[in-house]
């Protein structure tokens, strides 16, 4: 199981961005898929977390700001993110768990400019 994680970029405060992970191998299907993030001199964190359910759960600092979705069909797991501060510059790496098994993505650089 791979996954590739795309769409980070340097973005202005107050734009959006989405990003996208792809799972790739042999998989019927995904439990739990999410977002951390890590920024310079930080642990990693959590963001977001959407369970195969589809109930999903944010950190505090979100406060409604992004929005995580999946498509299982896909093997895919987003991140829409609206109304970015500088505190959202991060590597930003997606996680899924496969039959037990937690992977990780190799992470997506998200900058924020003021």
């Known amino acids: 199981v791979q996954l590739q994680a795309s769409g980070g970029g340097l973005v202005q405060a107050g734009g959006s961005l989405r990003l996208s992970c792809a799972a790739s191998?042999?998989?019927?299907?995904?439990?739990?898929m999410g977002w951390y993030r890590q920024a310079p001199g930080k642990q990693r964190e959590l963001v977001a977390i959407?369970?195969?359910?589809?109930?999903?759960n944010y950190a505090g600092f979100v406060k409604g700001r992004f929005t995580i979705s999946r498509d299982n069909a896909k093997k895919t797991v987003y991140l829409q993110m609206h109304s970015v501060v500088p505190e959202d510059t991060a590597v930003y790496y997606c996680?899924?768990?496969?039959?037990?098994?937690?992977?990780w993505g190799r992470g997506t650089q998200v900058t924020v400019s003021s």
């Open positions: 996680r899924m768990t496969v039959y037990g098994v937690v992977y």
């Open positions: 191998g042999s998989i019927f299907s995904i439990n739990d």
């Open positions: 959407v369970a195969s359910g589809g109930s999903t």
